[in-house]
Nanobody, 123 residues
Framework: QVRLVESGGDSVEAGGSLTLSCVVS????????LAWFRQTPGKEREGVAA???????RIADAVQGRFTIRQDVQPNTFYLVMNDLKPEDTGTYYC?????????????????WGQGTQVTVSS
């Protein structure tokens, strides 16, 4: 059974930094995409960043230059490093995985999801 567990959400002031973690278990694909999404109430879930097994990345324009995505091979953990946070970055952040390396940033492309972690950025 595939399981993704996020952690690291917190409340920070604008300009601050946070690193979110996602531990993946039960997922055994040779080619894969690992991604971060975020959602605020009343809005659709939006893609933030995605990473393939070859370290190819796709970063959303809204966070380009501020957020990075990276992976540790052991223990099957990947991260979203968020710098220069802005109030509009506030939301619930979800990690997701799919079994190919195309790194899409569309939520419908992923079937494996974590439960979410809350990030709140105050001005």
């Amino acid at each position: 059974q595939v399981r993704l567990v996020e952690s690291g959400g917190d409340s920070v002031e604008a300009g601050g930094s946070l690193t979110l973690s996602c531990v993946v278990s039960g997922f055994t694909a040779h080619y894969y995409s690992l991604a971060w999404f975020r959602q605020t109430p009343g809005k659709e879930r939006e893609g933030v960043a995605a990473l393939s097994q070859f370290a190819h990345q796709r970063i959303a324009d809204a966070v380009q230059g501020r957020f990075t995505i990276r992976q540790d091979v052991q223990p099957n953990t990947f991260y979203l490093v968020m710098n220069d946070l802005k109030p509009e970055d506030t939301g619930t952040y979800y990690c997701a995985a799919r079994a190919d390396g195309s790194i899409p940033l569309t939520p419908s492309s992923y079937t494996n999801w974590g439960q979410g972690t809350q990030v709140t950025v105050s001005s």
